[in-house]
C-alpha cells in the first residue's frame, strides 16, 4: 500500500491504531507528514504500532539533518509523542539548522515494558529507519534517508536515544538524555534490560546527562531513585575513555521535564553548529576540542578546558563557553538569562470580529503568550492565562514528556467587545517565557 494512502486510511480511522480513540490526532497536512506502522509479532521485531510525525520547514531546499524528540514510557508519556512534532520551539531549533523534527508515539499499553520499544535492538530502530527512507520518498527529500540525527529522549526515551547513539555512532550528531541512560552492564535488580557495548566511536558524540534532583541526587528514596545513580555509571563509562558527556542536574524536578528543554535546546544548537556538515551528504565534524569547558562532577564553575586543574577525564564536558554559562544558571535555578526580544508575529489577518495570524518561536525561550492591541490599546492576552504545571508558562502548554497539550493552541482571538460601527486596526506580540516583548 503506498506510504501516502496509509497517512489517509489512518487519518480517517480505517487503520487499526489505539491512539485514535480518544485523542484525535492533530492534523497532519504538509509542512507535517505521518506514518503509521503497524506491531509485529516476528521475533526481534517491533511489537508495539508507532505512529512518526515529522515536521519539515516550509521552504527549506536540502535537509541538513533529524531532530528527535523521543517521549517515555507509559501509555500517558506514548500518548503525548503525537503533539512532539507541533512544538513551536523544538520547530525553531530545527528550523535554525534546516532540520526535520521528528517524534514518534509508541502504542504501548500501560503494563507492557517499554523495553520492547526503548531498546532499539527490539525492532524500533529498524522501524524508525524504514520510516526515513518513506518520508524520503514521500517528502521530496531524499535526503532523509541519510542525514544525521540529533537525538533527545525523556526516560525509556533516554534509553532509546543512548542505545541509537551506541548503535550508529557515526550518525549521531549529539544526544540529549533525560532521566534515562542506556545501560553499559547487566544490572541484577533489572535483568531483562540486556547491556549495550561502549564502541570507540561513541566517545566523539557529545552527550548530556539529565536527572531530575530528585532522582536519587538529593532524594534517595522513591521510584525513580535509581535514575542518578545509573546515570552516575553511564558518566564515568563514557568520561573515562574520554567522551564528550556532560551532567546538567535539574534543581527543580524529579522525573518530570520541567524547564529541562531551555539547556536542552542550547546544548543542542551549539552541537548542531559544530557537527552538521557544511552540505547535506558529507560526513560529521569533530566538535573543536579547544573550544570545551570543564567542570568538576560536583562542582558549579566551568573554566575553558586549557585552565582546568583536575582529571579532565573524571570532569563534566560542555561544548563551549556560551553553553557553560547557561548550564550554570540551569543548575541553579533552571532561569537561563535571555536579553534577545522574540520574533514579531506575521501574516496578521481579520475576518470579522475574529484576530488570526502566524508566528515563530524564539530560539531561546520560546512562546509564553500573545498581547493583542486594539487601536492602540492592549485589550486582551491568548492565552488569557497561559499555564504549566511543570515549569514556565507556556502558549502551548507541557505535558509530562515535554510536548504540547491537546487541544493545540491555536493563534487566534475572537474580539467580542469590539465597537461596532467603525473599522479597527490590530496589532499582536509575542511574549517569550522570560517576559520579553517582540515588536
Not at 495570524?357 to 492591541?373: H, K, L, M, N, R
Request: net charge negative; proline share 10%; glycine share 8%.
Amino acid at each position: 500500500m503506498p506510504a501516502r494512502t496509509l497517512i489517509l486510511l489512518a487519518l480517517v480511522g480505517l487503520l487499526p491504531t489505539r491512539w485514535a480513540d480518544g485523542d484525535d490526532l492533530p492534523p497532519a497536512a504538509p509542512p507535517y507528514e505521518r506514518l503509521r506502522y503497524d506491531a509485529s509479532a516476528e521475533p526481534g521485531t517491533l511489537r508495539f504500532a508507532v505512529i512518526h510525525t515529522a515536521w519539515i520547514p516550509p521552504g527549506v531546499k536540502t535537509l541538513r539533518g533529524v531532530i528527535v524528540h523521543q517521549h517515555g514510557c507509559g501509555e500517558g508519556s506514548c500518548r503525548s509523542g503525537l503533539t512532539g512534532a507541533f512544538d513551536l520551539h523544538w520547530q525553531a531549533l530545527a528550523r535554525k539548522h534546516d532540520c526535520a523534527l521528528v517524534a514518534p508515539s509508541y502504542e504501548q499499553p500501560e503494563k507492557e515494558d517499554c523495553q520492547f520499544w526503548c531498546d532499539p535492538r527490539n525492532g524500533s530502530d529498524a522501524v524508525f529507519q524504514r520510516f526515513l527512507a518513506d518520508l524520503a520518498a514521500q517528502s521530496g527529500h531524499p535526503e532523509l534517508a541519510t542525514v544525521p540525527w540529533a537525538l533527545w529522549g525523556h526516560s525509556g526515551g533516554g534509553h532509546w536515544a543512548g542505545g541509537m547513539l551506541l548503535t550508529h555512532p557515526d550518525r549521531v550528531v549529539a544526544a540529549w538524555l533525560r532521566s534515562g541512560v542506556p545501560l553499559l552492564e547487566a544490572d541484577p535488580k533489572r535483568p531483562q534490560i540486556k547491556p549495550h557495548e561502549l564502541p570507540a566511536a561513541a566517545v566523539a558524540v557529545p552527550m548530556m546527562c539529565n536527572p531530575g534532583t530528585k532522582e536519587g541526587v538529593t532524594v534517595k528514596d522513591g521510584r525513580f531513585s535509581n535514575v542518578w545513580p545509573a546515570n552516575e555509571i553511564f558518566f564515568k563509562a563514557v568520561r573515562s575513555q574520554g567522551g564528550l558527556v556532560g551532567v546538567a542536574v535539574d534543581p527543580l524536578t524529579a522525573h518530570e521535564c520541567g524547564n529541562q528543554r531551555y539547556m536542552a535546546i542550547a546544548w543542542l544548537d551549539a552541537c548542531l553548529a559544530a557537527r552538521l556538515p557544511k552540505t547535506s551528504g558529507g560526513p560529521l565534524r569533530a566538535m573543536p576540542a579547544e573550544a570545551a569547558w570543564l567542570v568538576p562532577i560536583d562542582g558549579t564553575e566551568a573554566v575553558p578546558v586549557a585552565e582546568y586543574q583536575g582529571d579532565p577525564k573524571q570532569a563534566i564536558w560542555l561544548p563551549n563557553e556560551t553553553v557553560a554559562r547557561a548550564w550554570k544558571h540551569y543548575i541553579a535555578d533552571t532561569a537561563i538569562p535571555d536579553t534577545t526580544p522574540p520574533p514579531a508575529p506575521t501574516n496578521i489577518r481579520v475576518t470579522g470580529n475574529v484576530v488570526a495570524w502566524e508566528a515563530v518561536a524564539d530560539p531561546e525561550s520560546g512562546i509564553a503568550a500573545f498581547i493583542i492591541e486594539r487601536d492602540g490599546t492592549r485589550v486582551a492576552t491568548v492565552p488569557e492565562k497561559p499555564a504549566n504545571p511543570f515549569g514556565r508558562p507556556l502558549f502551548q502548554g507541557l505535558q509530562y514528556s515535554d510536548t504540547p497539550v491537546q487541544p493545540l493552541a491555536a493563534m487566534t482571538f475572537t474580539d467580542t467587545q469590539a465597537p461596532e460601527g467603525k473599522p479597527h486596526a490590530y496589532r499582536v506580540i509575542a511574549v517569550n517565557t522570560v517576559g520579553l516583548e517582540s515588536r
